[in-house]
């Protein structure tokens, strides 16, 4: 079935009603099979298919449920997993807008699988999150105060461990995606900041000029996060903040010297205007 779905000449024959049909069958065999492999090969038809947006632009809501449905289940299943963000990944391209009406319900799904046991999930997930980004955003306030939570309760402290377990480079480009969602919340100061940061600092203490050079570039991102209100990328304190890895982190390769200056001279064009009088900083 997943074949004869996937190509647009064949999928496009079925009526409206035909693919209604065909996606609640295969809704429901991944909800009620307690065969993995049943449940697995109902998800990968799902994200293989290649009905009109329209028409499954109207299942997205219950496609979703059927992914909240099995990613709970009592018995965690990696390949389940897997294709769940195949599903996410074939809905955040086939159906943009319905997936912006339902942006925390998938992000409530894919964030915590980026810090999954098994690398391929973790790898599948961050590729959800990063193409999703822009969708995300379109419900930033509501999205930021999800992932806030989650990162406070797991995420923080898995991807600590992740960094720990030589995964330094998929933790640090994580970093600018966390940075990016999390937007004005990071304006406030507090534990919470203070925390996301210190995954920064492990990547600029890092002995490695590739690893330090990765979160040189993810620190852009933070430039570009208090650039979204010039009164905080401006004021003393966090400007100070971000001149620390500029001005402190001594670098001995030529490759890795250019990234920072690059860095800095980003954050000069974002100063702007405001720049002359924050030049002695």
């Given at each position: 079935?997943?074949?004869?779905?996937?190509?647009?000449?064949?999928?496009?024959?079925?009526?409206?009603?035909?693919?209604?049909?065909?996606?609640?069958?295969?809704?429901?065999?991944?909800?009620?099979?307690?065969?993995?492999?049943?449940?697995?090969?109902?998800?990968?038809?799902?994200?293989?298919?290649?009905?009109?947006?329209?028409?499954?632009?109207?299942?997205?809501?219950?496609?979703?449920?059927?992914?909240?449905?099995?990613?709970?289940?009592?018995?965690?299943?990696?390949?389940?997993?897997?294709?769940?963000?195949?599903?996410?990944?074939?809905?955040?391209?086939?159906?943009?807008?319905?997936?912006?009406?339902?942006?925390?319900?998938?992000?409530?799904?894919?964030?915590?699988?980026?810090?999954?046991?098994?690398?391929?999930?973790?790898?599948?997930?961050?590729?959800?999150?990063?193409?999703?980004?822009?969708?995300?955003?379109?419900?930033?306030?509501?999205?930021?105060?999800?992932?806030?939570?989650?990162?406070?309760s797991k995420i923080i402290g898995e991807l600590n461990k992740l960094f720990s377990n030589k995964n330094e480079t998929y933790v640090l480009k994580l970093w600018p995606l966390f940075v990016k969602l999390l937007g004005k919340t990071l304006h406030r100061s507090g534990s919470f900041i203070n925390s996301l940061l210190q995954l920064e600092e492990l990547g600029f203490r890092n002995g490695s000029p590739a690893i330090k050079k990765i979160a040189f570039i993810a620190w852009k991102s933070?430039?570009?996060?208090?650039?979204?209100?010039?009164?905080?990328?401006?004021?003393?304190?966090?400007?100070?903040?971000?001149?620390?890895?500029?001005?402190?982190?001594?670098?001995?390769?030529?490759?890795?010297?250019?990234?920072?200056?690059?860095?800095?001279?980003?954050?000069?064009?974002?100063?702007?205007?405001?720049?002359?009088?924050?030049?002695?900083?």
């Amino acid at each position: 079935m997943g074949f004869c779905v996937f190509y647009s000449n064949i999928a496009s024959s079925l009526s409206a009603t035909e693919v209604e049909e065909l996606l609640s069958s295969l809704n429901s065999i991944a909800v009620k099979s307690a065969d993995k492999n049943t449940c697995t090969r109902a998800l990968w038809v799902i994200s293989k298919q290649h009905f009109s947006a329209e028409d499954v632009g109207k299942a997205v809501p219950s496609i979703l449920s059927t992914l909240e449905n099995v990613l709970n289940k009592d018995v965690q299943s990696v390949v389940i997993a897997y294709e769940a963000l195949n599903v996410v990944i074939r809905l955040v391209e086939q159906t943009p807008a319905q997936m912006t009406d339902e942006a925390v319900r998938w992000a409530k799904i894919i964030i915590p699988l980026v810090v999954h046991s098994a690398p391929k999930v973790r790898l599948r997930a961050a590729t959800a999150l990063e193409l999703g980004v822009p969708l995300l955003l379109q419900k930033q306030q509501e999205v930021a105060a999800l992932t806030e939570q989650l990162m406070t309760s797991k995420i923080i402290g898995e991807l600590n461990k992740l960094f720990s377990n030589k995964n330094e480079t998929y933790v640090l480009k994580l970093w600018p995606l966390f940075v990016k969602l999390l937007g004005k919340t990071l304006h406030r100061s507090g534990s919470f900041i203070n925390s996301l940061l210190q995954l920064e600092e492990l990547g600029f203490r890092n002995g490695s000029p590739a690893i330090k050079k990765i979160a040189f570039i993810a620190w852009k991102s933070l430039i570009d996060n208090f650039a979204l209100n010039p009164d905080i990328l401006c004021s003393s304190k966090r400007l100070k903040l971000l001149m620390q890895p500029l001005s402190s982190i001594h670098v001995r390769t030529e490759a890795l010297a250019l990234t920072k200056v690059e860095v800095w001279w980003y954050l000069l064009i974002r100063l702007g205007s405001q720049l002359p009088i924050h030049f002695e900083q």
